[in-house]
């Protein structure tokens, strides 16, 4: 699909532009992370280079996939998930008012700033253009190095502290949409992660996905904290291929012709073994597939039904 219209069509040259720095705590057990933004006031040579970075941040993307826990963007696309779906309305909410208690008005205000936001402003049109910070921000990165400058041909100590803003941008929130260019640090920033540790948790306690195994502990540790595998199994729930019963009679009968190595026990139920969990996860994400025309077998990290 085309970029969204609310992206595509702001003006961003002609807005008003305002820069919040965020640190991000909690989130554990599933609660919501919590934000503490600081505006920042910036001159005008500044607010010209990030509207230039973002006008070309946003001309770079050429076409707009759904988000999916499995599906990978590159250079030129973008992903699209809707706000409610996150923890982006705590970010919005919160950088709304520049207000004066809220301004930056000291150096630990900065320090250790996880992520910053561009928000632009045209009439009642918001725009929020979202970036993770890089090193330069961080306490400990900033106590192991001695920061210096270029000066009439020779290399002298800058007495004041420095600070990268990158030209990318991660995400831009959109009236009720996110536009994602890069999949990891939206998933970091708005610990989209601990959803998906949390939807697995969910998994493991429906009777449906857990009778089709002799036993889940085997699974569970080789899922663990790994984000690729907990984003696997969440897909897995959202397809729900073990709730059928067709399904998994023919997984059983033909997975061995596909090249999948599963075991099963007298009451027919997979027995997870270290060595067989991978299989496991592709054959209940239906990602393992046969050309008709090649008839070779593949797998499809993303597949999609085509109707």
Known sequence: ???PEYLSDFDVSNAGLTVWLFKKSGGA?????????????TNDDLNTALKEAIIEARSSIKEVHDYGLLAQNNESSALLIDTDETHA???VNQSANALPQKKVKKESHITNTYFFVVRLTDGENVLHAVRRTDSSWRTKRRKEVIDIVFRE?????????SFSLSKHVDFFIAADKIIIPHKA???SVLHYRQAHAEEFNVLQAETDFSQIFSSLDVLTDFVGNNKIQLRRMCSIRQKGHYKDPAFMSRL???HLTYG????????????????TCRDIITAL???RLASAFSENIYDVPNATEIS
């Open 1 to 3: 699909m085309n970029i």
């Open 29 to 41: 057990g599933g609660a919501a992370p919590t934000y503490n933004g600081h505006w920042i006031a």
């Open 89 to 91: 309305n705590l970010i």
């Open 153 to 161: 041909n020779a290399l002298a100590l800058d007495q004041s502290p």
């Open 185 to 187: 640090n939206f998933e």
């Open 252 to 254: 059983k009968q033909q």
């Open 260 to 275: 999948l190595t599963l075991t099963f026990n007298a009451a027919g139920q997979i027995v997870p073994t270290p060595e």
């Open 285 to 287: 994400l239906d990602h």
